[in-house]
Nanobody
Framework: VQLQASGGGSVQAGGSLRLSCAASERKFSIMGWFRQRPGKEREFVAS????????DYADIAKGRFTISRDYAEKTMYLQMNSLKAEDAAIYYCGAGYSIPLKPELVNYWGQGTLVTVSS
């Protein structure tokens, strides 16, 4: 399975971005977004069960980020609103079979997409 992430960019604090992650095939149970800030470990942001669409969010994402997926298009999205300076990171999409989807349990990783937030 290959994952292709896109949608990162530069935005001012309070702004929005929408990340996308396209999968080459549907050989997984769950997909998720993770991020890695400079000097920090990769952390969970949100996940979505591929079949049923159940979503889960880290506290950092609740109320501001929305994860969704287009089953037919094999694409996952992350709508990020009210972005803060501390949201600046490289965002990675991942997919696997374990629920919850922790970084160490991801089977397939996409390349990162950089999000910068200026205050």
């Amino acid at each position: 399975v290959q994952l292709q992430a896109s949608g990162g960019g530069s935005v001012q604090a309070g702004g929005s971005l929408r990340l996308s992650c396209a999968a080459s095939e549907r050989k997984f149970s769950i997909m998720g977004w993770f991020r890695q800030r400079p000097g920090k470990e990769r952390e969970f942001v949100a996940s979505i069960a591929w079949s049923g669409g159940q979503s889960d969010y880290a506290d950092i994402a609740k109320g501001r980020f929305t994860i969704s997926r287009d089953y037919a298009e094999k694409t996952m999205y992350l709508q990020m609103n009210s972005l803060k300076a501390e949201d600046a990171a490289i965002y990675y999409c991942g997919a696997g079979y374990s629920i919850p989807l922790k970084p160490e349990l991801v089977n397939y990783w996409g390349q990162g997409t950089l999000v910068t937030v200026s205050s």
